[in-house]
């Protein structure tokens, strides 16, 4: 079980701002985020979606290491990519992951550099907001 859990971890990361894959998902899916705390599986969902605006032509995660013990994955990764208004935007990241028995995210908690992620994608998010109005 620790591969199936290794590699779902995987792509839920390469998901990100594209597709979480539904598959890799518990029905009790939440998360949480170094930015907002404690966030429930749908919101956490839209705003992944939510990125994919941000980043229109995706960020790109590199993961540099994956841990796998029991029902715990942890995974340090990078990402980058441009922001729809052009700026550059890279981070780095620890990702937790909890699995039920069945190889399916329960929990994921997402540790970055809150600094450079508020500076960067919080704006972007509220421009996106103000622009769907």
């Avoid at 998902?25 to 404690?38: I, M, N, T, V, Y």
């Avoid at 796998?68 to 780095?92: H, K, M, Q, W």
Wanted: aromatic share 10%; hydrophobic share 40%.
């Amino acid at each position: 079980m620790l591969e199936t859990n290794k590699s779902n971890a995987r792509r839920f990361v390469h998901g990100i701002s594209r597709e979480i894959p539904d598959d890799v998902l518990a029905p009790e899916f939440a998360g949480w985020s170094g930015l907002s705390g404690d966030i429930p599986g749908p919101i956490f969902l839209e705003r992944a979606k939510l990125l994919g605006e941000v980043f229109p032509d995706g960020l790109d995660f590199e993961i540099l290491e994956t841990i796998a013990e029991g029902d715990i994955v942890a995974l340090r990764c990078t990402s980058a990519g441009t922001v729809f208004d052009g700026r550059p935007y890279r981070n780095d990241y620890h990702y937790q992951f909890v699995f039920d028995g069945s190889g399916r995210i329960r929990i994921v908690r997402e540790y970055m550099n809150v600094q450079v992620a508020a500076e960067v994608i919080r704006p972007a998010f509220a421009e996106i907001m103000r622009r769907k109005g």
